[in-house]
């Protein structure tokens, strides 16, 4: 219940293309959903982040998607670019008094030129 | 404003060692959480740190453990070291508990390496 189910594992898009990354939850108990970014050698970024009472968030190129019905979320990178290749990271909060964050098992993101 | 700084960035040790590694927050930031990255769990949440107490901790060993000092700064220790500690340990400040008005900034890592 407590894990966060991300896929596809790793993907190959062409620059300019769109990049959709999945993830999937059990426990509706979960009330925040971020996205990090982590290229080699850094720690994870804060992309975008969304809570259970929006569907959808845009921030520039980036949106997050949310069902709440499905107990999905995706994130979609528009008009992708080869400096977006990285390791993609989402993630989900617990409500309750844990607070803590529970990561996706990741997507490695290549951009072709 | 400086972010997370963590120290060292690299570190080999053997089995049977016990290490510290050190976090410090960003100017302000009250609560740090310590990570574990590794390519075959992925991320995962070993503790979180309020005004110095333990707030949350992880499925991780007593082997695991760690601290808060009043400026916030925090070290983690691991006693007794296996091989499967090899990992890159992230460390995260926000102003409060993490959540959805207290985003979370990562370090760059302390990589461990256990011989």
């Known amino acids: 219940q407590q894990q966060v189910k991300q896929s596809p594992q790793s993907l190959i898009v062409q620059k300019g293309g769109i990049s959709i990354i999945n993830c999937a939850y059990e426990?509706?108990?979960?009330?925040?959903f971020p996205w990090y970014q982590q290229f080699p050698g850094k720690g994870p970024a804060l992309l975008i982040a969304i809570r259970p009472d929006v569907s959808e968030k845009k921030e520039g190129r980036f949106t997050i998607s949310f069902n709440k019905s499905a107990k999905q979320f995706s994130l979609h990178i528009m008009d992708s670019q080869p400096g977006d290749s990285a390791t993609y990271f989402c993630a989900a909060r617990a409500g309750d008094s844990s607070y803590k964050l529970i990561f996706g098992s990741g997507t490695r993101l290549l951009v072709r030129p | 404003k400086a972010g997370v700084t963590q120290t060292p960035r690299y570190l080999i040790k053997t089995r049977g060692q016990q290490v510290t590694l050190s976090c410090s927050p960003i100017?302000?930031?009250?609560?740090v959480s310590w990570y574990q990255q590794t390519p075959g769990q992925g991320l995962q949440f070993l503790f979180e740190?309020?005004?110095?107490?333990?707030?949350n901790k992880g499925n991780f060993p007593g082997r695991f453990s760690g601290r808060q000092f009043s400026n916030s700064r925090s070290e983690m220790n691991v006693s007794t070291l296996e091989l499967g500690d090899s990992a890159l340990y992230l460390c995260?400040?926000?102003?409060?508990?993490?959540?959805?008005?207290?985003?979370?900034?990562f370090g760059p890592g302390t990589r461990l390496t256990v011989l």
């Open positions: 100017s302000g930031h009250r609560s």
């Open positions: 995260a400040s926000s102003f409060g508990l993490a959540g959805p008005y207290n985003e979370q900034f």
């Open positions: 426990n509706t108990a979960f009330d925040y």
């Open positions: 740190y309020f005004s110095e107490t333990q707030r």
